[in-house]
C-alpha cells in the first residue's frame, strides 16, 4: 500500500515533499535573495547584447562610419565584464546554497541515524544508508541550487527578451512569441512518455545488477551445476529487454531540442518574410532586424531547457523522497520528559544525578517480540543475574542469542513486563546513563580509523596514555601493539581494516576493559583464529569478565563452563536454562551442542 | 637500471591502451556502422544549422537590402536557385520557404544522429554487460577470490553507468566540436579572411584555457573527493559500529566528529567554487569578447564597404555557434579521463584469464571409480585486489605464506560405492572438492586426481562437472521460484513431476507444499524465508536432478536433523544404485553406513576404514563416535563433567 503511493508520486510534482526542504534552505535565506538579485541583474545586461548588435550597425555599419566606435566597445565590454562578475558570484552562491543545505541535512540524518533502533541496521545496508546521505542528499540539494537557479536566470532572461522584442517591433514580436507554447507543448507532450519509459530502465537496471550480484556471489555454485551457460542466456534476455528500454527512452529524448532549434528557424524565416515587408516600408531598419534574429535563435533553447527542469525535479523527487524518508525516522527508544529532566540527553547528559551503577540485571516477566513481528520471543520470560554473575547463550548461528543482550543493553524494551538494573526499571533512569555502564565486545569488533591508542580510548575518552597502556596490557593487546611498527601510534586503516581478526577482537577487549563497566556483554568470534591469538583472548576474557555482571553469547566450550548459567536458545526461544552440570544431566539440545563442540574440539587436536 | 624501469612502465601503459582500445573496438561490435551513420548525420545536422544563417544574410542583403556590394554567398545562391527552380513566388517568400525546408532539415539530421547514435550506445552497453557477465561466469574461483564481490558488482554497474555516458554524450560531443569549429573556420575564411582570423584566433586560446583550467580544477575535485571519503568512511564506520557507539554510549562524541568533518567537506567545495566561478566566467568572458571584437571590427569593414552586413550576420552567427563547443571541449576531455579509469577497471575484468576448459579432452565412461594420488595443495597468499587495481596483502600484519592444506593425499573410491569423510574445519575436506570438480586447479607437479582411469585435467570441463553432482558447504539458492531452483539444471521449462520427486527424495516436498505458494514460491522474496534445513534439502533436490553419476555432499545436512538425514541418505541411495557418493559429515551415524570413511587431519587421511574397522582402531573416530553415542549411555557424561 505504502509502496504503491510512493510509486504513483515520480509522475506528478510533489509540493508537499518539497516543502520538507525549507527548514534546511532557511538559513540561506539571505544567500537565496542575493541569488535573485543577481539572476534578474544578469539576465537585464544578457538580454541586451543584440540591442549592441542592433546599435553597432545601425550606427557605423549603416552610416558608413566608426565614429562613436571606442565608447560603443567600452560600453559592451563593460556590460560584458559586468555580466562576467555576476556569473562569478552566482556559481558561489549557488555553491554556498547547496553545500550549505546538504551540510544540515546531513546532519540532521546522522543525529537521527544515532537513535533508530538497531534492527534498523539489519533491515537496510550500511552501503545503503551512505547512498542516502553522500549521493541522494547531494542530488537534493543540487537541483535546489543549481537547477533552480539555472532555471530563475532564464526564466528572467525569456521575459526581458520578451518585453524587448515587444518595444522594438510587436509584430516581429509576436512571431517570435507565438512559438514559445509550440516548444512548451512539444516538451509536455514527450517528456511524460520519457519518464515512463525511465521507469522501465531503472526496474531493469536493478534487476541487472541484481542478477551481476546473484552471478558473481554465487558462482562456485553456478559452476557445480554447469548452470554459467543458462545463466548467461538468461541475462542476455534481461539486456535485451533493457536494450529495447532505453532505446525507447533515447529516442524520446532525441526529439525535443532539434526540435526547439528547428522552430526558432521557422520563426527566424516567417520573420524575414514579415521583416522584408517592413523594411521595404520603411518601418524596419537593419539592426533591429539583426537584434531580432539573434534574440529568437538565443530563447527557443532556454525555453526548451525550462520544460526539462520540470521533468529534472521529478526525476530527483526519487532521491528526495528517501531522504525525507529518513529524516521521518523515529527513535525506537526515548526517555521519558521526566527521566531527561533528571539525568539529561544523548547530548547534554546530567552526569552528576546518575547513580552508581552495580549491574544487578533483572528480567521480570518479559513479553517481547520484535516490530513487525507477530510471534513473541520471549512470553513471561524471568531471569535474575546478580551483579557479578555470568551468563553464556548457546545456540545455532541465527537462533536469535542475542535477544536477550538487546534487551538487557535497552536497545529494546519488553512489551510487557520490566528489565530491571540495581533493581528498578531500566525506563527509569537514561539510555546514556545504562550505556555508560556497559562493555561491548563484538564477534565481528568494529574499529575506527585512527591509532590503536585512539581506538582503546574510546572506551574513556579522558583516559591517560598510562591508563591505555594499562588496560591494553590487562587483556594483552600490548602484543598487537609492539608487534606493530608504530606501537601503539599505528594506524588501523578503515575499520581496522590494517590488522587480522584477532588483532582487532584484543583491542576492542581493551576498549572495554578501560571503560571500566560493571556490565560486560561480549559476543565470542566463532572464526578461525591462529592458536596463539586464541590463547590470548581466552586469557582476555577471563580477564575482563572477572567481577563483572556479563552476557556471553558463547561458542567455545572453556567459555561457556566457566558461566554461573547457561541459556539455550533455539528458533528465538530459551528453551533449556541451568548450569552446565544440569544442563549435561538432562540431555538436551544444550547436550547436542555440546557433543557437537566436543567433537569440533576432538578432531582439531593433535594427538 | 633506472632507466629501464621507465621504459618497463612505459611499455606497460602502451600494452593497457592498446588493449583498452582494443577492448572499445570489441565493444562497438554490431555498432560500428550505426556509429558511422551518427557522425555523418551529425555533419549534415552542423551542416544545415550553418546553412541557414548563410540564407539568412543572403536574404538581408540581396532580397531585403537589394545590396550590391560584395558577392553574395555560393550557397546560398545555389540553394535560392535551386528553389526558384520549383517554385514561382517573389523571392523573399522563396527565400522564407527555404530557411524554412532548412528547419525541416535541421531537425531530422538532428532527430536522426541523436537516435542512430542512442541505438548504437545502447547496444555498447549491452555488449559491454553481456561481455562481463558471461566472462566472470568463465573466470576460474582462484580469480574470484582474489577480488571483493561488491567491488566487482561496482564495476559491473558504476563503470558501466560511466562507459555508458562517454558512448552516449562525451564521444559524439567530441566528434561535434571538431566538425563545428571545421565548418564555422571554412565558412568564415570564405567570407572575409582577416576578421576569420579574429574568429579562429580565439577558438585555441578558449580550448587551451579551458584544457588547462580543467586540469586544475579536476585537481580540486580530487582533493573534495578524498574529504568526500573521509566523511564517507566516518559515516560507514559509525553505522557498522552502531552498537559499539551506543554502547559506550558516544553518540556525542561521533556526533561531534561527523560534524567536523562535514563542515570540512563544504569548505572544501566552497573554496573550489571560487576556481569554479572564475573558470566559467572567464570562459563566458572570452567568448563575449570575441563576439565584441567581431561585431565591432565588422562594422568597421561594413562602414568601409568591405563586406556586407548580411556577411556580417553571418560571422555573428558562427561565433556564436563556436563558443560554447569550444568550453564545452576542455571539460569533456576531463570528463573522459573518467571514462578512460572506468575502461581500465572493466578491461581487468576482461582480461582475466577463463577456466581451462579442456574441449577436446577425453570422455571416459563413467563408472565413478575416483583415485586421489599424492596430492598437494595450497591455496594462493590471500592477495586482493582493491577497488583502484591495486594487489595487496589482505592482513599486511599476519603472516601470509601458503600453507598447505593438502600435503601428499592419496585416496582411492571404487565406483558406486559410498565414502565418509570425517575432520576437522580447515583440514582439508572442502579442498578435496573443489579440486575433484577442477574449481580450483592441480598444478601440473601437485599429483593426480583421475576419475575413471582418466586425470581430471585431461577431461573436458563441462563434460567433469556435469558427471559430478557437487553439493556445495554454503548453500546458494537463486531468486526464482522453488520449482525453478530445483529445475535450474534442465534446459527447458521445469517438469513439476520431476521436480516434485527430487524434493520428496530429499524430504523437501512436504515442506514446500506447506508454503503458501507451494513450488511457485519465490526464495528471498519479502516475507518468505526458507530456514538452514529448508535451504540444504533445496539444494540436494537440486543437485539430484542432474542424475550425475559422482555425488558428493559436503556437510549439506547440517542444520537437518538426524532422522531427516537418514530419509535423505536412503533415498539418495535408493535412487541412485550405481552412483558414486561422497558424503563429508560431522555426524557419525551419517558416515557409518558408507562402505569406506576417512577420517582426515592437517591434509591427510590419518585413518580409513570400514566403521567397525575405525572404532576397533581407537582413535579420533572412536572418541567422536564416543561422544555422540555417550546419548544411548548411562553414567557417559561424567566423564565430560570432569573434563576442564
Given at each position: 500500500m505504502e509502496n504503491e503511493n510512493i510509486r504513483s508520486s515520480h509522475d506528478r510534482l510533489e509540493p508537499k515533499l518539497w516543502k520538507r526542504l525549507l527548514p534546511f534552505l532557511a538559513p540561506s535565506k539571505k544567500l537565496i535573495i542575493a541569488l535573485l538579485v543577481i539572476c534578474i541583474t544578469q539576465a537585464g545586461i544578457e538580454a541586451s547584447y543584440p540591442l549592441f548588435t542592433k546599435y553597432a550597425i545601425n550606427n557605423f555599419a549603416e552610416k558608413g562610419t566608426s565614429q562613436g566606435l571606442l565608447p560603443f566597445v567600452l560600453v559592451y565590454l563593460g556590460a560584458i565584464i559586468a555580466a562576467s562578475i555576476l556569473n562569478m558570484c552566482w556559481v558561489v552562491i549557488c555553491m554556498r546554497i547547496d553545500t550549505g543545505t546538504a551540510k544540515r541535512l546531513r546532519h540532521e540524518q546522522f543525529l537521527r541515524l544515532q537513535s533508530v533502533g538497531v534492527d534498523y541496521f539489519a533491515k537496510h545496508s550500511v552501503g545503503y544508508l551512505t547512498g542516502r546521505f553522500m549521493s541522494d542528499t547531494g542530488r537534493v540539494t543540487e537541483v535546489f541550487a543549481w537547477l533552480l537557479g539555472e532555471a530563475i536566470y532564464i526564466f528572467f532572461i525569456v521575459v526581458v527578451s520578451v518585453?524587448?522584442?515587444l518595444t522594438l517591433s510587436w509584430q516581429l514580436g509576436l512571431i517570435t512569441i507565438a512559438v514559445i507554447p509550440v516548444v512548451v507543448f512539444i516538451t509536455f507532450m514527450i517528456e511524460p512518455k520519457t519518464m515512463r519509459a525511465n521507469r522501465r530502465v531503472r526496474e531493469l537496471n536493478s534487476l541487472i545488477s541484481g542478477s551481476y550480484n546473484e552471478g558473481i556471489t554465487g558462482v562456485k555454485t553456478a559452476k557445480s551445476l554447469v548452470a554459467e551457460e543458462k545463466f548467461t542466456q538468461e541475462f542476455r534476455g534481461l539486456t535485451g529487454d533493457m536494450y529495447r528500454a532505453s532505446r525507447r527512452v533515447g529516442l524520446l529524448g532525441s526529439v525535443i531540442l532539434p526540435a526547439a532549434t528547428s522552430i526558432g528557424l521557422f520563426a527566424v524565416g516567417a520573420m524575414l518574410y514579415r521583416a522584408g515587408i517592413l523594411v521595404d516600408q520603411r518601418l524596419l531598419d537593419y539592426g533591429t532586424l539583426a537584434a531580432f534574429i539573434t534574440f529568437t535563435m538565443a530563447i527557443i533553447d532556454p525555453v526548451a531547457h525550462l520544460a526539462f527542469f520540470y521533468t529534472e525535479l521529478l526525476g530527483y523527487q526519487a532521491a528526495l523522497e528517501r531522504v525525507v524518508k529518513l529524516l521521518d525516522e523515529e527513535p525506537m527508544i526515548t526517555d521519558t520528559p521526566e527521566v531527561t529532566e533528571k539525568?539529561?540527553?544523548?547530548f547534554n547528559p546530567k552526569r552528576e544525578n546518575w547513580e552508581k551503577l552495580h549491574g544487578d540485571v533483572e528480567f521480570s516477566h518479559v513479553w517481547f517480540r520484535y516490530p513487525e513481528s507477530e510471534k513473541y520471543i520471549l512470553e513471561d520470560f524471568c531471569l535474575d543475574v546478580p551483579r557479578g554473575k555470568s551468563v553464556a547463550i548457546v545456540g545455532e548461528t541465527g537462533a536469535g542469542k542475542s535477544t536477550i543482550v538487546n534487551l538487557a543493553c535497552r536497545f529494546y524494551e519488553p512489551e510487557r513486563g520490566a528489565v530491571l538494573i540495581d533493581g528498578r526499571d531500566s525506563r527509569e533512569r537514561s539510555q546514556l546513563w545504562l550505556h555508560s555502564g556497559l562493555g561491548y565486545v563484538l564477534q565481528d569488533p568494529q574499529l575506527f580509523s585512527g591509532t590503536i591508542r585512539e581506538n582503546i580510548r574510546y572506551g574513556r575518552l579522558d583516559a591517560t596514555d598510562a591508563?591505555?597502556?594499562?588496560?591494553?596490557?590487562?587483556v594483552c593487546a600490548d602484543k598487537v601493539a609492539e608487534h606493530c611498527e608504530n606501537g601503539y601510534e599505528t594506524q588501523v586503516g578503515e575499520g581496522g581494516a590494517q590488522l587480522s581478526t584477532g588483532q582487532k577482537q584484543l583491542i576492542s577487549f581493551a576498549r572495554a576493559v578501560l571503560a571500566d563497566p560493571p556490565i560486560f556483554v561480549l559476543d565470542e568470534a566463532t572464526s578461525s583464529i591462529d592458536t596463539e591469538t586464541e590463547r590470548l583472548i581466552q586469557d582476555a576474557i577471563g580477564k575482563a569478565l572477572s567481577g563483572r555482571t556479563s552476557f556471553i553469547i558463547a561458542h567455545r566450550l572453556s567459555t561457556i563452563m566457566r558461566c554461573d548459567l547457561i541459556l539455550v536458545v533455539d528458533d528465538g526461544k530459551v528453551i533449556e536454562r541451568g548450569t552446565h552440570r544440569e544442563l549435561i544431566a538432562k540431555r538436551g539440545r544444550y547436550r547436542e551442542l555440546f557433543d557437537a563442540m566436543r567433537i569440533e574440539e576432538e578432531l582439531s587436536s593433535k594427538k | 637500471m633506472k632507466n629501464k624501469d621507465t621504459t618497463k612502465t612505459e611499455k606497460q601503459e602502451f600494452n593497457t591502451l592498446k588493449s583498452k582500445g582494443a577492448l572499445l573496438l570489441r565493444l562497438y561490435r554490431g555498432a560500428k556502422l550505426l556509429f558511422g551513420a551518427s557522425v555523418i548525420l551529425n555533419a549534415l545536422q552542423i551542416a544545415a544549422t550553418f546553412l541557414a544563417p548563410l540564407l539568412v544574410g543572403y536574404t538581408a542583403d540581396f532580397v531585403i537590402g537589394n545590396s550590391v556590394d560584395g558577392a553574395p554567398s555560393g550557397i546560398a545562391v545555389t540553394v535560392i536557385d535551386a528553389a526558384r527552380r520549383f517554385i514561382s513566388a517573389p523571392e523573399l517568400l522563396i527565400c522564407s520557404i527555404a530557411i524554412g525546408v532548412f528547419a525541416l532539415l535541421a531537425f531530422l539530421f538532428g532527430f536522426a544522429y541523436r537516435a542512430v547514435l542512442a541505438v548504437a550506445s545502447e547496444r555498447f552497453v549491452k555488449n559491454l554487460r553481456d561481455g562481463l557477465y558471461e566472462h566472470s561466469m568463465r573466470l576460474p574461483v582462484s580469480w574470484h577470490n582474489r577480488y571483493l564481490t561488491g567491488d566487482l558488482i561496482q564495476r559491473c554497474t558504476t563503470d558501466v553507468n560511466t562507459?555508458?555516458?562517454f558512448a552516449r554524450t562525451q564521444l559524439i560531443i567530441l566528434i561535434r566540436v571538431i566538425i563545428t569549429i571545421v565548418i564555422a573556420?571554412?565558412?568564415?575564411?570564405?567570407?572575409?579572411?582577416?576578421?576569420?582570423?579574429?574568429?579562429?584566433?580565439?577558438i585555441p586560446i578558449v580550448a587551451v584555457y579551458s584544457y588547462v583550467i580543467g586540469k586544475v580544477i579536476s585537481k580540486y575535485f580530487q582533493a573534495n573527493e578524498e574529504v568526500e571519503g573521509e566523511l564517507t568512511t566516518d559515516i560507514q564506520e559509525n553505522l557498522t559500529a552502531n552498537r559499539v557507539v551506543r554502547a559506550f554510549g558516544r553518540e556525542e562524541y561521533e556526533t561531534e566528529k561527523f560534524g567536523k568533518l562535514n563542515e570540512k567537506y563544504t569548505q572544501q567545495w566552497i573554496k573550489s567554487s571560487y576556481i569554479m566561478g572564475l573558470f566559467w566566467s572567464v570562459a563566458d568572458l572570452m567568448s563575449y569578447v570575441t563576439l565584441l571584437a567581431v561585431l565591432s571590427v565588422g562594422s568597421v569593414f561594413v562602414a568601409r564597404g568591405e563586406m556586407s552586413f548580411g556577411e556580417l550576420l553571418v560571422f555573428l552567427s558562427c561565433t556564436q555557434q563556436v563558443s560554447w563547443p569550444v568550453r564545452q571541449l576542455g571539460r569533456t576531455l576531463s570528463d573522459m579521463t573518467k571514462a578512460s579509469v572506468a575502461l581500465g577497471r572493466l578491461n581487468e575484468i576482461y582480461s582475466g584469464k577463463p577456466e581451462t576448459t579442456t574441449e577436446n579432452g577425453k570422455t571416459p565412461d563413467m563408472t565413478g571409480d575416483i583415485v586421489f594420488h599424492n596430492v598437494r595443495f595450497s591455496y594462493p597468499a590471500p592477495v586482493k585486489v582493491t577497488a583502484e587495481g591495486e594487489e595487496v596483502t589482505e592482513q599486511p600484519q599476519v603472516n601470509t605464506e601458503p600453507v598447505d592444506v593438502l600435503c601428499g593425499l592419496d585416496l582411492t573410491i571404487a565406483g558406486g560405492s559410498t565414502l565418509?569423510?570425517?575432520?576437522?574445519?580447515?583440514?582439508?575436506?572442502?579442498?578435496?572438492?573443489?579440486?575433484?570438480?577442477?574449481?580450483?586447479?592441480?598444478?601440473?607437479?601437485?599429483?593426480?586426481?583421475?576419475?575413471s582411469g582418466v586425470d581430471t585435467r585431461e577431461i573436458p570441463l563441462h563434460y567433469l562437472r556435469e558427471n559430478i553432482g557437487l553439493v556445495l558447504q554454503e548453500t546458494f539458492l537463486y531468486s526464482k521460484t522453488v520449482a525453478e531452483n530445483i529445475a535450474i539444471t534442465s534446459s527447458c521449462a521445469p517438469d513439476l513431476d520431476i521436480v516434485r520427486e527430487k524434493a520428496a527424495i530429499a524430504s523437501v516436498d512436504g515442506d514446500i507444499l506447506g508454503f503458501e505458494k507451494g513450488y511457485d514460491t519465490i526464495i528471498g522474496e519479502r516475507g518468505v524465508t526458507l530456514s538452514g534445513g529448508q535451504k540444504q534439502r533445496v539444494a540436494i533436490a537440486r543437485t539430484l536432478l542432474k542424475n550425475a553419476p559422482i555425488m558428493v555432499f559436503d556437510d549439506s545436512m547440517s542444520a537437518?536433523?538426524?532422522?531427516?538425514?537418514?530419509?535423505?541418505?536412503q533415498g539418495i541411495r535408493a535412487a541412485t544404485k550405481k552412483a558414486t557418493v561422497i558424503i563429508i559429515s560431522h555426524r557419525i551415524s551419517t558416515l557409518m553406513a558408507a562402505d569406506k570413511i576417512a577420517v582426515m587431519e592437517d591434509g591427510r587421511i590419518t585413518e580409513f576404514g570400514t566403521h567397525s574397522e575405525l572404532l576397533a582402531l581407537g582413535g579420533h573416530y572412536r572418541r567422536v563416535y564416543d561422544i555422540q553415542s555417550a546419548y544411548d549411555e548411562e553414567g557417559g557424561e561424567s566423564a565430560f563433567l570432569e573434563d576442564k
Open positions: 518585453i524587448i522584442m539525568y539529561g540527553d544523548m591508563e591505555v597502556e594499562a588496560a591494553a596490557r590487562l | 562507459m555508458r555516458e573556420i571554412v565558412i568564415v575564411f570564405g567570407i572575409n579572411t582577416r576578421l576569420a582570423l579574429v574568429v579562429s584566433c580565439s565418509g569423510v570425517l575432520g576437522a574445519t580447515g583440514s582439508g575436506k572442502s579442498t578435496l572438492t573443489y579440486l575433484l570438480t577442477r574449481m580450483w586447479e592441480l598444478p601440473e607437479d601437485c599429483g593426480e586426481i583421475s576419475v537437518v536433523d538426524t532422522d531427516t538425514d537418514r530419509n535423505i541418505r
